[in-house]
């Protein structure tokens, strides 16, 4: 860069000046998942804290947030707020102190403004717990907060992932194996992934029931566990197109806006908890690679085959 380029000192300026307030902002971030619960201290401290004045921190934080660091705190302390809701038996009394709230009715008024319905309607059914954020910081269980991440999760981030966790779970499976006796591992295997006796009909009747679950539980809708009871064939296929359809698009949606590592609330849990997209993809992959093994195999022994093993290899060449 020449010595008479102005432009040039002007950029170089620029991206000291913006590497130290986004520097300055992390130290914020810092600090308040440190000092989450004290609510003794106002501006001035949390300025201090951070080494600026009370006039400097404020700019700069509400420059690169693009909320004020008040404002930033109240939303924060609000979507633990709705968290610890749904995931503990706490009053909402409790929980409006522990977001620093002097009453119920003032936590209240927040709440309802933030999520649009109060606390306790809101705990009877939950949504998503993060607030709309200009920064994309949120409050992150059990209980710090989450910067947005440098690199999402990708599509192929998730296969490789669940790779690795193939070959970590084997490789543990060999471990313990070699703790077995020789009867032991030459025992004939008569175990099943579900409680009740399976059966073509029940496993696939729950291979379409996974998927509904969880469209249930993004949607905070309740499933109805009775449409598995001894399905017909003909009331399987006529719940698998929506269920299906639902459900991969569901998917394709998460992967498509770079989602996979968001998380959502599965309020049918008792109690609640919290998952990642991606997670909850990998789960049902995992398990129905199970039901999808015993069906197959099942339908070959019944002379209704054709399909192999259910293998994805050549499905996925042939369909490339």
């Known amino acids: 860069m020449g010595a008479c380029d102005p432009l040039g000192r002007r950029a170089a300026r620029y991206d000291r000046v913006t590497g130290s307030s986004q520097d300055t902002f992390l130290r914020f971030v810092d600090s308040l998942a440190a000092h989450l619960d004290d609510h003794q201290s106002g501006g001035a401290e949390l300025a201090a804290r951070v080494h600026l004045s009370r006039f400097h921190f404020d700019r700069v934080i509400g420059a690169v947030s693009g909320e004020s660091p008040a404002r930033f705190r109240r939303r924060v302390l609000l979507e633990r707020g709705a968290y610890r809701l749904v995931t503990s038996q706490k009053s909402v009394l409790d929980i409006a102190v522990e977001a620093g709230y002097s009453s119920n009715e003032a ?4 709440f309802r403004r933030a999520y649009g319905t109060p606390p306790s309607a ?33 599509a192929m ?31 004939p295997i008569e ?42 064939t003909g009331a399987m296929r006529q719940r698998f197109a929506p269920v299906a359809a639902a459900f991969l698009s569901e998917v394709r949606g998460v992967i498509t806006e770079g989602r996979l590592d968001e998380t959502f609330v599965d309020a049918l849990l008792e109690p609640a908890q919290v998952f990642t997209y991606g997670g909850m993809i990998a789960h049902v992959l995992t398990f129905a690679a199970h039901r999808r093994t015993l069906v197959v195999l099942a339908l070959n022994d019944a002379g209704a085959g054709g399909l192999g093993w259910g293998d994805p290899m050549r499905w996925i060449a042939e369909s490339a």
Not at 107 to 110: D, G, I, M, P, Y
């Open 122 to 154: 809101w705990r009877a059914a939950p949504r998503r717990f993060q607030l709309p954020a200009p920064n994309a910081v949120h409050f992150h269980p059990p209980g710090s907060l989450r910067l947005p991440a440098r690199s999402k999760v990708t």
């Open 191 to 232: 175990l099943s992934v579900d409680d009740d006796r399976q059966t073509v009909r029940s496993l696939l009747s729950r291979l379409i029931g996974q998927m509904d679950m969880w469209n249930c539980a993004i949607a905070n809708r309740a499933y109805d566990w009775s449409l598995e009871e001894h399905e017909s």
């Open 157 to 187: 981030d998730l296969l490789t992932r669940m790779v690795e966790h193939h070959i970590w779970l084997t490789g543990e499976m060999i471990t313990r194996a070699e703790r077995l006796s020789a009867g032991q591992l030459d025992k």
């Open 107 to 110: 936590f209240t008024r927040a």
